[in-house]
């Protein structure tokens, strides 16, 4: 496997992203299956069951970096979170009425940030996240994050990301930092 100079990033909405589901899958399998998360196929299966039922959200936002031949090297999703989002009754610790507020537009929920470990530490990550963010109303950004990504925790603190909390964002999970990104 060659290693490019430069990736491609492409912004896909939900039917978009949904055809390219392969190459989502792709990187997240390979991404995810490292520590911390050492998640099994049976984790990637489950996760794309969720990914298949996302991307017929309307709003739905989704970026693929892909290299010249177009494999695809890095991934990145989400969509606003509605009024009834269960995301904030993660926390561990309560946070104020007012931060828990959804209206399906004030927060964009970063689901998904990838990029395959040869092409790391290239500028694609932002990439990804600048453009599954570009032309969101969104007031905010919100993110689970395994505090043992150290690398990951790192990028988030540099693009501006504080930690609010600490949630497991599904049952049997193992901590994780939620961290918010104030966009205005």
Same mark, same amino acid.
């Given at each position: 496997?060659?290693?490019?100079?430069?990736?491609?990033v492409?912004q896909?909405?939900?039917?978009?992203?949904?055809?390219?589901?392969?190459?989502?899958?792709l990187?997240?399998?390979?991404?995810f299956?490292?520590?911390p998360y050492d998640?099994?196929?049976?984790d990637?299966a489950?996760?794309?069951r969720?990914?298949?039922?996302?991307?017929?959200?309307?709003?739905? =936002?989704g970026? %693929?970096?892909?290299? $010249?031949?177009?494999? +695809?090297?890095?991934? /990145? !999703?989400?969509?606003?979170l509605?009024?009834?989002?269960g995301?904030?009754?993660?926390?561990?610790?309560?946070?104020?009425?007012?931060?828990?507020?959804e209206?399906?537009?004030?927060?964009?929920?970063?689901?998904?940030?990838?990029?395959?470990?040869?092409?790391?530490?290239?500028?694609?990550?932002?990439?990804?996240?600048?453009?599954?963010?570009?032309?969101?109303?969104?007031? =905010?950004?919100? %993110?689970?994050?395994? $505090?043992?990504?150290? +690398?990951?925790?790192? /990028? !988030?603190?540099?693009?501006?990301?504080?930690?609010?909390?600490?949630?497991?964002p599904?049952?049997?999970?193992?901590?994780h930092?939620v961290?918010?990104?104030?966009?205005?």
């Amino acid at each position: 496997m060659s290693q490019p100079a430069r990736a491609s990033v492409e912004q896909l909405d939900g039917p978009a992203a949904a055809r390219a589901e392969e190459a989502f899958r792709l990187v997240y399998a390979e991404a995810f299956a490292e520590p911390p998360y050492d998640e099994t196929e049976t984790d990637v299966a489950a996760a794309f069951r969720r990914f298949r039922s996302q991307t017929r959200k309307a709003t739905f =936002r989704g970026a %693929l970096a892909c290299v $010249p031949d177009g494999e +695809a090297v890095g991934m /990145a !999703y989400g969509y606003p979170l509605g009024p009834h989002t269960g995301w904030w009754d993660q926390l561990i610790a309560p946070v104020p009425e007012e931060m828990r507020r959804e209206d399906g537009r004030r927060t964009f929920g970063l689901m998904e940030l990838a990029v395959r470990a040869p092409w790391r530490r290239q500028g694609i990550a932002r990439r990804l996240h600048d453009a599954v963010l570009d032309g969101t109303d969104a007031e =905010r950004v919100l %993110l689970n994050v395994h $505090p043992n990504s150290k +690398a990951a925790v790192s /990028a !988030y603190r540099a693009w501006g990301y504080r930690k609010i909390g600490d949630a497991r964002p599904w049952a049997g999970a193992d901590l994780h930092d939620v961290m918010l990104l104030d966009l205005r």
